[in-house]
């Protein structure tokens, strides 16, 4: 899995207090990414082929799609915004996205799962 130092050190971090929690339900993570979250975010986006359109790396393919990686459009997005173009299609500057792009009505917590996988990419 190709991700940041950032991402590894969550991954890391989350994977540990996993082994050390003695039940999964004990374990609350409803505002940062967890290791599930952004494993479940990769698969999303290949999945719902995301990857398909954006490249497998999510950096876009020129001339047709562009980067939603952090270095890309990402940094234009919070979590809020990016939950809000998967369900409703609007960008942060207000305006529709344009096709091929989707509107997908997706659940927040997939979203999010997704923005927490993207943030870990270049
Ligand atoms: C069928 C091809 C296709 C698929 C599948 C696709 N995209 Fe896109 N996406 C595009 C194109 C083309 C654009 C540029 C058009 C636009 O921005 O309106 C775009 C734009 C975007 C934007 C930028 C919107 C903006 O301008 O701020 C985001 C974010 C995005 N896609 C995320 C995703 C995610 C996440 C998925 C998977 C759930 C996905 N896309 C799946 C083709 C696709």
């Known amino acids: 899995m190709r991700v940041t130092s950032i ?4 991954a890391l971090i ?3 207090a996993l082994c050390s929690a003695s039940g999964a339900e004990s374990i609350s993570v ?3 990414a ?5 494993t479940s975010g990769k698969a999303l986006t290949q999945k719902l082929r995301c990857t398909g359109c954006h490249a497998a790396t999510l950096v876009g393919i020129p001339g ?5 990686t ?4 990402l940094k234009q ?5 990016f939950e809000t173009v998967l369900d409703t299609g609007v960008t942060p500057s207000g305006a ?3 096709p091929p792009m989707k509107v997908y009505h997706l659940p927040a917590s997939q979203a999010d799962d997704i923005y927490f996988y993207l943030q870990t990419l270049k």
């Open 30 to 32: 409803s505002t940062d």
């Open 96 to 98: 529709p996205v344009s």
């Open 14 to 16: 989350t994977m540990a």
């Open 7 to 10: 991402g590894a050190t969550i």
């Open 77 to 81: 997005y919070n979590q809020k915004t």
């Open 34 to 38: 967890s290791a599930a979250q952004i």
């Open 64 to 68: 047709f799609s562009p980067s939603i």
């Open 70 to 73: 952090p270095s890309g459009v």
